[in-house]
């Protein structure tokens, strides 16, 4: 499940698609097609996507990936994992990874497809990545790149995982100071030092997560489901309303961005709480709330559905 908000543009970091076709554009062969490649399980689900790997002599491979939803972690999330695991495996002896194509895709999806994302890195180490940023390539773009139009689709020999038990949404109030400790994650402003120099200069708005008014977006949350609730409806059902409901109440389109980030289950605050406490979503949106002292908002929990 992708943390999803815009995906910030690094102009001195990512490369344009012209540039990547001028600097890599060559007649590859697809050398790997792999319908079900893993990469690992997290809290017992497989990591699985399509990998099409196209080489040719002298020039770097470029991987295309493309992953449905429920295939474990998403594409966006662990980018720097799958391609470091793609560049250790398949790629070994190269200086640098594949080129790193990602697409989404709907399981029997048939139909061409019209887009996908250049996902550059920045190279840290042997097999050591961090993403830099997200840049759209088109079908026909990317055929230019590789030398063939390339099948945007899932695959014919993709196996769905089987479907997990049905759990029942239920969206939780909880102090933010009751939040794991978020982990610092491709964003400058999550490491300490930068984190710092922010306070020191007073610098509140270095990204998307930290331009929100998080306090007044969660708020809100909390009276729409506080309201929602005593006229009978459940967490299911405002999941599915919570944006005409929050339009009623006069919400503008800005804070109505921010609160999709937390009642959208797909892509809302999910932490793990305990010893090893995590996130599956909202670490950069919880790191934000915290620097801003925000007192409470809402994360979401799935139980058994018939456990109160």
Not at 157 to 178: G, S
């Amino acid at each position: 499940m992708p943390d999803q908000s815009p995906h910030p543009r690094k102009p001195d970091i990512e490369p344009t698609v012209e540039e990547a076709l001028l600097a890599h554009a060559a007649l590859r062969e697809r050398t790997v097609d792999d319908h079900m490649f893993t990469a690992g399980e997290v809290w017992g689900i497989p990591c699985t996507f399509r990998l099409q790997l196209f080489t040719a002599p002298g020039h770097r491979p470029v991987a295309v990936v493309t992953q449905t939803p429920d295939e474990g972690t998403s594409l966006t999330n662990a980018a720097e994992r799958y391609a470091s695991r793609v560049w250790e495996l398949h790629a070994p002896d190269e200086p640098e990874p594949p080129i790193w194509i990602q697409h989404y895709a709907e399981p029997g999806e048939q139909q061409p497809a019209a887009e996908f994302d250049l996902v550059p890195f920045r190279v840290d180490g042997r097999f050591e990545l961090q993403v830099a940023g997200w840049v759209q390539i088109t079908a026909d773009q990317l055929a230019a790149l590789v030398g063939t139009p390339v099948d945007g689709t899932r695959g014919e020999r993709y196996v769905p995982h089987p479907a997990p038990p049905e759990e029942r949404l239920q969206y939780v109030v909880m102090d933010v100071a009751d939040l794991p400790e978020p982990t610092p994650f491709r964003e400058a402003c999550m490491t300490p030092l930068r984190r710092i120099l922010n306070r020191l200069l007073r610098r509140t708005s270095c990204c998307w997560y930290h331009q929100q008014d998080w306090s007044e977006v969660s708020e809100l949350g909390i009276q729409l489901i506080e309201q929602a609730r005593t006229a009978g409806k459940t967490d299911h059902e405002i999941s599915e309303q919570f944006m005409a409901m929050a339009r009623e109440l006069g919400t503008g389109n800005e804070d109505l961005i921010a609160l999709k980030s937390l009642l959208e289950p797909s892509v809302a605050i999910v932490p793990h709480l305990g010893e090893n406490a995590t996130y599956t979503n909202g670490n950069h949106r919880a790191r934000a709330m915290k620097d801003a002292g925000v007192t409470r908002t809402i994360v979401a929990t799935w139980r058994p559905p018939n456990e109160s």
